[in-house]
């Protein structure tokens, strides 16, 4: 590899809820490192993925979705968000077909215009759309507002123009050496990843406040010592109300082997190992707005 011909560097996923960073992020990496539902507030963290080729390393950050906070834990996304701007060398503002500016986005574009990095306006599901052509409408309703360095119309699950961003991306990266080993696709470990798995199950199965009430995280993880071809995994769900405990249990304990059953099926994907899982139901009331539990459950600053 020769740095003054290889490229390398950061960009930075920005947006509001739902707009699809993290399936953008999972396409582009390869593989589900990011987890994925249809309820706002999904992505808590910020998620590096990373992507690596013989002419370029990009680590992309997925970030959680901008939106007006309520708790503790929802200010420390959204700033977790806005931190995730700083440093890097380019920035995907991701949005989706709209006749008028959502108001969200346009928070997110007053903010920054104070950067000096290159933004680019990524309109994503235009699979959505009847005709192609009624994009021009969403791309005239933002040009007015920012001045992106590019306009790029996509469809995640289409793959519909995404080879032409990230071909547009890399001749934006300075030249440099690789950040990262080549097997690396993420920075976080299996473990955050494996809890996040569970989170997404959860997500999937349960409904009103209980999505937003919940938190998980992986106690153990060690090789069976009764076949050493599996690996026991032990992880905790805790939940806000004796009420939602309740809900995440079932019927006759049905939800929860529902959840251990779609969540093992991702974890055995992502660790190419056979595995056991075993779930517990605690309860830690209001942790969303207490900082010890939000340090204890991973949501200090410094996990952002």
């Known amino acids: ?50 992507k690596t080729t013989d002419e370029y390393q990009i680590a992309f950050t997925d970030t959680p979705g901008i939106h007006k906070p309520t708790t ?22 991701m949005t989706t077909p709209v006749k008028h500016v959502l108001p969200g986005d346009e928070i997110i574009l007053n903010n920054l215009k104070k950067t000096k990095t290159p933004v680019y306006l990524v309109i994503n599901k235009v699979d959505q759309l009847k005709k192609f052509n009624d994009i021009d409408l969403t791309i005239a309703l933002y040009m007015d507002l920012y001045p992106f360095q590019g306009v790029f119309p996509i469809s995640v699950l289409e793959d519909k123009n995404v080879d032409i961003l990230l071909e547009t991306i890399v001749k934006t990266l300075p030249f440099g050496p690789k950040f ?51 690996t026991d995994i032990f992880a905790t769900i805790y939940v806000e109300r004796d009420s939602q405990k309740r809900i995440i249990i079932g019927h006759n304990g049905e939800l929860i082997k529902q959840i251990k059953e779609k969540s093992l099926r991702d974890i055995k994907k992502l660790l190419n190992k056979k595995c056991h899982l075993d779930l517990w139901v605690k309860v830690k009331k209001d942790w969303k707005d207490r900082p010890n539990d939000l340090k204890a459950l991973g949501y200090s600053t410094d996990n952002f």
């Not at 593989?31 to 590096?48: C, E, F, G, V, Y």
């Not at 999937?204 to 999505?211: A, G, I, Q, R, S």
């Open 1 to 50: 590899m020769q740095i003054d011909t290889y490229k390398s560097g950061f960009v930075a996923i920005i947006g509001r809820p739902n707009v699809g960073k993290s399936t953008f992020l999972n396409k582009i990496v390869g593989k589900k490192i990011a987890i994925m539902s249809d309820k706002p507030q999904t992505t808590r963290n910020k998620i590096l993925g990373i």
């Open 180 to 230: 990262y080993p080549d097997d690396m696709v993420s920075d976080h470990s299996d473990r955050f990843l494996i809890g996040e798995l569970i989170r997404e199950k959860i997500l999937f199965l349960t409904k009103e406040e209980v999505p937003h009430s919940i938190a998980v995280t992986v106690d153990s993880m060690k090789e069976s010592e009764e076949n050493p071809e599996y």
């Open 72 to 93: 503790e834990l929802q200010k420390r996304m959204v700033n977790a968000s806005y931190d995730a701007t700083t440093g890097v060398d380019a920035i995907i503002f």
